[in-house]
């Protein structure tokens, strides 16, 4: 089985050696992870780099992750909504939306909160299933590298969560 985990900087791992790829490499060690994260990156960039960063992997299973960059980028909601559509008509396989943890700063989190609820609504309509991780609101101090990235702690969360999900897919007979 091969994922593609297909995102921004929170699928990449900035500012940390392990992210929760890596982690997820331990959970699952006969899964090939190809990590097709590019820190800055909006779900348009994504649309304009798909081939080379997902089809030619041709993964069995992807995992999407993008909102934050365009919420911060001036993309407006319904065209992060068009851009993840357009990704989505692209991608063969198993399709998992997944949605970043809830930011530091409220006035933060407002501005993002409706692009998580853009890819959650994408998630229903489409019958896809997606891993929430904006239940959980790190922690300065804990569980961030900065004001936005995860460290090491943080990123066990987001594998944890991601777990949760892939088990039901990864161990598929």
Do not use: Q, W
């Amino acid at each position: 089985m091969k994922v593609v985990c297909f995102g921004n900087s929170l699928t990449y791992g900035y500012l940390v050696n392990r992210g929760y790829i890596d982690y997820l490499k331990e959970y699952f060690p006969d899964t090939k992870f190809v990590n097709s994260g590019i820190p800055g990156d909006t779900a348009y960039d994504g649309l304009m780099r798909i081939d080379y960063s997902v089809l030619r992997h041709n993964p069995d299973l992807t995992i999407i992750e993008f909102g934050v960059n365009d919420a911060f980028s001036g993309f407006s909601v319904n065209a992060f909504k068009n851009n993840m559509i357009l990704i989505l008509e692209k991608i063969h396989g198993i399709k998992i939306l997944m949605i970043p943890h809830r930011l530091y700063y409220d006035t933060d989190h407002k501005i993002v909160k409706p692009y998580y609820d853009a890819i959650k609504n994408i998630a229903i309509e489409n019958n896809l299933p997606y891993i929430d991780v904006s239940k959980h609101k790190l922690s300065e101090k804990e569980l961030l590298s900065d004001m936005l990235h995860p460290n090491e702690k943080g990123y066990k969360i987001y594998a944890k969560e991601a777990r949760k999900i892939l088990i039901n897919y990864l161990f598929k007979k």
